[in-house]
């Protein structure tokens, strides 16, 4: 009982952590935010914001791979082309087009860049493997 309660309130922590980091992009610049003042911003201790992640960066990675797992899913679920694969992965990033603005912004665009490489890799030999490509 107590793991789940501590995996939400997590969840929870993560999520301010994650809306007062976007709010704070949108008015200045990425390096110029500090720790303190995201966690005040979020309502949660430094500790806290410690207790989830190393650096401020790994907010951004955090979320990008919750993104590219939530994507993963909506592929997963039918037999799809890669015409349709393509179209959907535009449609689906287009809604987090405040995210990815942020990130264009504060010229963290190397951080989605490497993410989607790795996705795609792991695409790639999924697909490879699925379909008897690989030796």
């Known amino acids: ?22 709010s704070l992009m949108e008015k200045k610049d990425f390096k110029n ?13 430094r500790m806290a914001f410690y207790r989830n992640y190393s650096i401020m960066e790994d907010i951004l990675i955090d979320h990008l791979d919750d993104m590219f797992r939530e994507y993963s899913t909506l592929l997963n679920h039918k037999e799809i082309s890669n015409y349709e694969m393509t179209r ?6 287009r809604q987090h087009q405040k995210f990815i603005e942020n990130l264009l912004r504060s010229k963290l665009t190397h951080l989605m860049l490497e993410r989607s490489i790795e996705f795609f890799n792991i695409c790639s030999k999924n697909y490879n493997m699925h379909h008897g490509l690989l030796s």
């Open 88 to 93: 959907l992965f535009f449609y689906y990033f």
């Open 33 to 45: 935010i500090s720790i303190t003042e995201l966690s005040q911003k979020a309502g949660v201790s």
């Open 1 to 22: 009982m107590t793991n789940k309660y501590n995996a939400e309130q997590n969840k929870i922590t993560k999520e301010s952590i994650l809306g007062a980091l976007m």
